[in-house]
């Protein structure tokens, strides 16, 4: 099981950058796949990006591509968002969150995700 808390989050203005930050709890960090996701205020849940526990390999919204970057430190148990060139539609709670152990599925919608976090607010004013 895994637990997560996200930090990072704020007030930026346009074209500005964040970075979030993910701090997950447990012995076996590196073997979860782990994902960011946004909720915009009366807008559907959506996916921003992953990075999987085989290889590291990641995947990204294709609207949000070249402008925001996944990582993770499985030493550190820490799963990063560095956001660039940040738009005032980038607004939202942004979600970090993780897959059941060793899970090979799909990693771009929310139900295939065991574990989330309680969220926090990115406002890009413009």
């Known amino acids: 099981q895994v637990h997560v808390v996200e930090s990072g989050g704020g007030l930026v203005q346009a074209g500005g950058s964040l970075r979030l930050s993910c701090a997950a709890s447990?012995?076996?960090?590196?073997?979860?796949?782990m994902g960011w996701f946004r909720q915009a205020p009366g807008k559907e849940r959506e996916f921003v990006a992953a990075?999987?526990?085989?290889?590291?390999?990641?995947y990204y919204a294709d609207s949000l591509k070249g402008r925001f970057t996944i990582s993770r430190d499985n030493a550190k148990n820490t799963l990063s968002l560095q956001m660039n060139s940040l738009k005032p539609e980038d607004t939202a709670v942004y979600y970090c969150?993780?897959?059941?152990?060793?899970?090979?599925?799909?990693?771009?919608?929310?139900?295939?995700?065991?574990?989330w976090g309680q969220g926090t607010q990115v406002t890009v004013s413009s």
């Open positions: 969150a993780a897959q059941q152990e060793f899970y090979r599925g799909s990693h771009y919608f929310g139900y295939e995700y065991a574990y």
């Open positions: 447990g012995r076996t960090f590196g073997t979860y796949t």
């Open positions: 990075i999987s526990w085989i290889a590291g390999r990641t």
